[in-house]
């Protein structure tokens, strides 16, 4: 909405302008021009949607369920009909409020989060369904060809119910593949599958998509999916997009409080401007956001960046320690009762109740004003 | 307490296994009836009735099964897939010719279409005083009566199974190039096709086991000939004979319902599904689909209503609403409470045990129990009968055997609802009732009944509804005296007194009603 992101090296959507430019001229697969939906109890709206894609990128639509991002993935398909603003698919134009091209001329793949395999046909006649125009010659071995690429051979005369879960998804994945689609569309497609195996897959798909060099749209609400695939993320709350960036940037410079929140663990902690200086109970923080004297801020820091030093006349006290694996999150409780986290190395092991001193590197915090209400 | 627990399961294991051999002695007993007759007695039938009859109940059925196909799947579909004022009418007014008994309608239609019937007159006047139409006493007036009578069986399994359809089969053929028209063909039918195929199977059937129709309608099937060689020519063995034939017909068309339907898990849409949006539809469609609608459920119920209404508050009619007539009204009741009551606590301990300790013998019994599933009224009523004639023979020509023969033929729609409702429950809400101090009797009464008493009170509803409509079983065993509405619309029927038969008639039919509407809530909600 009207939240503009306030931090200094980040201004609107200029980052991705000029990552298109560095590819040179290659024209857009898929443009969005301030695209909204009808609204429709059952369905989120969106509202003034606008971004564009270029070829073999890979784009993901991340945020909460309800935020909308399903709908943009529908309106692309041909499945929801656009209420205003314009579609545009290869440059021609398939979606306006007075036009809607019938999905089955766009030339899009798409994966449904529970795959849609029809469970009538075996995997060959699944794979071979958007084939039918072709010789039958030619459509098994272009079927052959997507069951070597995505290592399903030998499965082919499978009904969908007599596969595991990672090869339905591989199945359905093939037969949006096999039709050489413009635009492949994927709508959560690991959500069906059990961590150890999505991630498996993940890798496998990422892979496979830039060998193909596959222009992309894939829609998740799992922040980890998003920056192992994406090229570029975009995050979406209520229906309307709060940030475009590369999955560093998301990460590091979120343009808004909701943004920060939904990619990773982080801590908000009060502070106002004295002197050019932004004051906080963790110490100063340069005020990267021009912000006028005495105004009241929100400095955001991540676990990563916060560490540990025991020290017995410390006032800062650990709450908690949760054992992840790979680190130690560590919950530290402030004097003035602000609880912050800190991600510390699995083998440091400090007790709960122990005294701890806290060491904040400044140059990953980001800033906003404290006027802005937390929006998650 | 543990004591208690195997004493009061033993109690109930008895229970099942009587009624499982209660089940099975008669149906044994018409299969050695018919095993050991004399072979002149099987080849003089092969010889002179069987072909006849039995390609007329296979030909009737397919033409049946063709026309409720057509009717049931494109009336679900209008109603699923569009969008337009009154609908939601239609789609409950489609359900209403299931109130409606095979006899009742086939009366209807000897009327309209008979010799000097309306719709003769009305051809008369186009064609010339000279012209005649085609009499409803053939194979195209059963076929036509029957195929009206049972169309919504296929329209409610097509119905529900288009609410539930995951769109995305549909949307993703759409992403793989095929139209709407491909689509509908290549994958909506085919994954429909286990409900279709179900509702279909129900037709056939019923169909294949009526009486009411057929007998009015003077045309010869397998049913028909079983109860006129009990009656007119009393011919057990022949009968016997006959009532196998029947079974294993009825069977073969179960087991093909079966293998067409042995993928039909597979078919169930797991996970997220999105349900198909209805198309909004215009003034020009709303009034084509109107049309179509009001056509189909006119000529099923509609017409024949407003005659039986017309008739009912004729002179004739008036005249016989008298004392005599409301004791058929009594006998009818009298004799559905009792087998509805009989059937449910019969079929509840059947139906708990099977649930409960499925083991081979329990599971056993309750298949045994649907057996009955293939016994068309007069069979039944045969093999009830040669078990009184053998074994009790003092009861026979009383309410009990009545009774029996309801209890073995309905007991399969009974248990259709039970068994549901009582796998529902979770056997642990059960076993904490056990470990909060009471006892089997106790968690029963607190636990177990009050939570499958929909179920109970559907299985009820259902046998009583049934028995009010039931007609062979009921013309054979009744004692000297005893007639029930279905009996008397049936007599008056067949000596064309229209206006006497009406007012039993539209009884019937309005009785139906009310139930219909509660089995049909349980399918709204599910859907």
């Not at chain 1, 709206?45 to 909460?64: D, H, K, T, V, W």
């Not at chain 2, 169930?268 to 949006?277: C, D, I, L, N, S």
Request: charge should be neutral.
């Amino acid at each position: 909405m009207t939240h503009s992101p306030i931090h200094t090296t980040h201004t609107d959507t200029a980052p991705s302008e000029s990552q298109v430019n560095l590819y040179g001229s290659t024209a857009s697969i898929l443009e969005l021009r301030s695209v909204s939906c009808a609204y429709d109890p059952s369905r989120p709206a969106i509202q003034n949607i606008s971004f564009s894609i270029r070829e073999g990128e890979i784009l993901c639509l991340l945020g909460p369920s309800g935020c909308g991002k399903t709908t943009i993935l529908r309106a692309i398909a041909g499945f929801e009909p656009v209420r205003s603003g314009q579609i545009f698919l290869s440059e021609r134009l398939v979606s306006s409020s007075s036009e809607t091209v019938p999905t089955e001329e766009r030339r899009v793949g798409m994966v449904f989060q529970e795959y849609a395999l029809f469970p009538h046909l075996r995997v060959a006649d699944n794979i071979a369904f958007g084939l039918h125009q072709l010789s039958r010659v030619e459509r098994t071995s272009r079927v052959q060809e997507i069951l070597r690429l995505t290592g399903l051979e030998g499965l082919e005369r499978r009904y969908p119910h007599e596969l595991s879960g990672g090869q339905q998804q591989r199945v359905a994945l093939s037969r949006a593949l096999v039709q050489n689609p413009v635009l492949l569309l994927l709508d959560e497609p690991f959500s069906n599958l059990d961590p150890d195996m999505a991630s498996r897959m993940r890798q496998d798909l990422h892979a496979l998509l830039r060998r193909m060099k596959t222009t992309t749209i894939l829609v998740t609400h799992d922040h980890d999916e998003a920056f192992a695939m994406a090229d570029r993320i975009a995050v979406l709350n209520r229906g309307e997009i709060e940030q475009l960036d590369s999955p560093e940037l998301i990460y590091h410079l979120p343009a808004t409080r909701f943004v920060a929140d939904f990619v990773g663990q982080a801590d908000f902690i009060t502070g106002q401007i004295e002197q050019g200086v932004v004051h906080t109970e963790l110490g100063a923080f340069p005020n990267t956001i021009d912000g006028v004297e005495g105004a009241h801020v929100v400095v955001m820091i991540r676990p990563d960046d916060i560490h540990l030093i025991p020290n017995k006349s410390a006032e800062p006290r650990i709450v908690a320690r949760q054992f992840r694996g790979s680190e130690n999150l560590y919950t530290v409780q402030l004097p003035s009762g602000q609880i912050v986290h800190s991600s510390e190395s699995s083998t440091s092991v400090y007790h709960e109740g122990a005294a701890v001193e806290l060491r904040v590197s400044a140059t990953h915090t980001v800033l906003f004003l404290a006027e802005q209400p937390p929006r998650s | 307490m543990i004591a208690v627990h195997r004493l009061s399961v033993s109690t109930l294991q008895l229970a099942v296994l009587a009624t499982a051999a209660l089940i099975l002695l008669p149906l044994g007993y018409v299969t050695t009836l018919a095993l050991s007759a004399d072979p002149a007695v099987w080849q003089r039938l092969w010889a002179t009735r069987v072909p006849e009859l039995l390609l007329n109940t296979v030909s009737l059925a397919g033409a049946v099964a063709l026309l409720t196909l057509g009717l049931g799947v494109s009336t679900a579909w209008m109603v699923t897939r569009f969008e337009f004022p009154g609908r939601r009418l239609w789609e409950v007014a489609l359900v209403l010719p299931l109130a409606m008994p095979t006899y009742v309608l086939a009366y209807v239609y000897n009327y309209l279409l008979g010799f000097g019937g309306p719709m003769e007159q009305l051809w008369q006047l186009v064609a010339g005083p000279q012209a005649r139409i085609s009499s409803p006493q053939s194979f195209w007036g059963v076929t036509l009566v029957m195929a009206l009578d049972t169309f919504p069986f296929v329209y409610l399994l097509t119905r529900s199974a288009l609410l539930s359809f995951n769109v995305s089969f549909e949307e993703v053929a759409r992403t793989c190039g095929a139209s709407q028209l491909r689509t509908m063909f290549s994958v909506t039918l085919p994954l429909l096709r286990p409900s279709i195929v179900a509702g279909v199977a129900l037709v056939v059937l019923y169909v294949v086991s009526d009486f009411g129709a057929v007998s009015l309608l003077r045309y010869q099937t397998l049913t028909y000939a079983v109860f006129q060689q009990m009656t007119g020519r009393s011919d057990n063995q022949a009968a016997s004979i006959l009532s196998i034939l029947l079974v294993i017909l009825a069977l073969l068309f179960l087991l093909t319902e079966r293998w067409f339907r042995r993928k039909s898990r597979f078919y169930q849409t797991t996970g997220r599904y999105r349900a198909p949006q209805r198309i909004q539809r215009g003034w020009f469609h709303t009034g084509l689909l109107t049309a179509c609608l009001a056509s189909v459920v006119g000529l099923a119920f509609g017409i024949p209503t407003s005659l039986l209404v017309m008739w009912s508050l004729s002179q004739e009619a008036q005249a016989i609403l008298d004392t005599r007539f409301f004791g058929f009204v009594w006998n009818s009741a009298l004799l559905s409470s009792l087998a509805a009551t009989a059937a449910v606590l019969v079929g509840l301990p059947l139906a708990y045990l099977a649930s409960r300790k499925p083991t081979w013998l329990n599971l056993g019994c309750l298949q045994a129990a649907y057996a009955g599933y293939v016994l068309p009224g007069p069979v039944a009523a045969l093999a009830v009968l040669f078990l009184f004639l053998k074994i009790m023979p003092f009861f026979y020509g009383t309410v009990l055997v009545l009774i029996v023969a309801y209890v073995l033929h309905f007991l399969p729609a009974g248990l259709q609802s039970l068994e549901p409702s009582i796998q529902q429950i979770t056997p642990n809400l059960e076993e904490v009732a056990r470990t909060l101090g009471l006892g089997v009797r106790e968690t029963w009464r607190r636990v177990t009944l009050p939570l499958i008493r929909n179920g109970v009170i559907v299985a009820w509803v259902l046998i009583f509804l049934q028995t009010m409509k039931e007609l062979p079983a009921t013309l054979l065993l009744r004692p000297v005296g005893f007639d029930t509405l279905a009996i008397r619309v049936w007599l008056e029927a067949s000596e064309e007194y229209y206006q006497l038969a009406a007012p039993s008639a539209l009884l019937i039919v309005l009785v139906g009603l009310p139930a219909l509407f509660l089995l049909l809530s349980r399918d709204w909600r599910a859907a």
